[in-house]
């Protein structure tokens, strides 16, 4: 009897996680049917692929402002982050119908959305503010196919761990992050990370959950990124090659609990020479990635809607117009910067207000980082004390104006400078 009872609490208990997985599944797929359609001026085929994105936004927009009756007052940022992405959102779709109607092509599908997903994204965009995490963690999965080989042997660089994390790292110490790297990655891991990066291959398993990843790895949020192997394509007519790659990239939020798949970013380059090509091919993929990660964390963890800065800068010491005008080109580059004004202009002495999407403390952090292209002069910055600030060119004191003042000293190298 004792067995008997063993085995019935087994197999009650797989039957439990078996009941879950299949509820889990069911919940995730939403299915939709939609019509699209699209302008023949280009060729059929361009119009099919045209009228079947335009049928995918269709059930999109129907389950979501229809079946869960989301507020129109989102419109613009479901558009930006769910309309315009909205692949990532379809786990499969079958056509079920297609003609031409004069100038027209029509399809009619059956769609099934990653319901989880789209609601995941929801909550997102509808909570007013921004998450926060500070500890991220980049992890690098090997291609999905082995890279070629190149003519000496050697495997083609696709994309370079500590490359990225330089780059990457760079950018995010400015908005106050800290970024790691685990390389290489443990190879128990790989079998919870790989699913993430596969889920619209139509594979019937349920996904990984943020929890799983809980003491796992290390941080507060994992970048995941894998690429794709090195394609070749010979341009015979120019003697080059047409080099392609591309990459997937996930975010798990281990403060928020959510899974959040980015668009895939792909580069190509054309070059005569092989090891000219890959070095190239990498470096603009690695930059394609560092963008789409930046993009994202930018928009969802670092500026609340209500945050906002103004600081103005007395910079003293240029001694050319193109030193002032390199400066400026860099400082309005960077992301945290919503807007640059020049206030005044006097012989060696300029005024900017800088308009700031984050915090002023990270941009003195970077005035003091700078150094021109040319390495012929770096920056000295400093908040002024609105008590004792100096007069500025406007004629107010700091302690008047009511932004932030930074005293910005511009040193010339004694070799290479002016």
């Known amino acids: 009897m004792k067995s008997v009872r063993i085995f019935s609490l087994v197999l009650g208990f797989w039957l439990l996680l078996w009941g879950l997985d299949c509820r ?3 919940a995730a797929v939403v299915v939709k049917t939609a019509a699209g359609q699209a302008v023949l ?3 059929s085929e361009k119009a099919r692929s045209q009228a079947v994105l335009d049928a995918l936004g269709e059930a999109l927009n129907r389950y979501l402002y229809d079946d869960l009756a989301v507020s129109r007052e989102f419109a613009s940022e479901i558009e930006e982050k769910i309309l315009k992405r909205r692949k990532l959102y379809v786990k499969s779709y079958e056509i079920q119908s297609e003609r ?3 100038d027209l092509y029509q399809v009619e599908l059956k769609v099934e959305l990653q319901g989880d997903l789209l609601e995941q994204e929801l909550r997102q965009i509808e909570r007013r503010e921004k998450r926060q995490v ?8 090997a291609p999905a196919t082995d890279p070629e080989l190149g003519p000496d042997g050697a495997r083609s660089p696709v994309l370079e761990p500590t490359l990225l994390l330089q780059q990457l790292g760079k950018e995010l110490d400015l908005y106050g992050f800290r970024l790691e790297l685990v390389n290489p990655v443990a190879p128990e891991l790989e079998p919870l990370l790989l699913p993430l990066l596969e889920a619209g291959s139509g594979l019937e398993r349920p996904q990984p959950q943020a929890a799983w990843f809980e003491g796992v790895l290390p941080g507060d949020l994992i970048i995941v990124v894998r690429s794709s192997r090195v394609r070749e394509e010979k341009i015979v007519s120019l003697q080059k090659s047409f080099w392609r790659s591309q990459a997937e990239i996930v975010f798990i939020d281990l403060k928020n609990r959510t899974i959040t798949p980015l668009p895939e970013v792909t580069a ?4 005569a020479d092989y090891l000219a090509g890959a070095q190239e091919l990498t470096e603009t993929l690695t930059a394609r990635v560092q963008q789409e990660c930046l993009d994202h964390l930018l928009r969802d963890y670092v500026v609340p809607r209500e ?3 103004l600081v103005v800068l007395q910079c003293r010491g240029f001694r050319r117009p193109q030193d002032f005008a390199f400066f400026r080109e860099q400082l309005q580059e960077l992301r945290m910067v919503q807007e640059v004004s020049l206030q005044a ?3 060696g002495s300029v005024e900017v207000s800088v308009r700031l999407l984050t915090k002023a403390p990270l941009l003195l952090k970077w005035l003091n980082d700078f ?3 040319n390495g012929s002069f770096t920056l000295q910055a400093y908040a002024l004390d609105k008590g004792v600030a100096e007069k500025s060119m406007l004629d107010k004191t700091a302690a008047d104006a009511g932004p932030e003042q930074f005293l910005v000293r511009v040193i010339y190298d004694s070799v290479t400078g002016q």
């Not at 190509?268 to 070059?271: C, G, H, P």
């Open 24 to 26: 889990f599944v069911a």
């Open 41 to 43: 001026v280009e060729g």
């Open 100 to 102: 031409t109607l004069g």
């Open 134 to 141: 500070e500890r991220l963690t980049l992890v690098v999965l």
């Open 268 to 271: 190509k380059v054309i070059n």
């Open 307 to 309: 945050s906002q800065s």
């Open 345 to 347: 202009l006097a012989a």
């Open 371 to 373: 150094s021109a292209g």
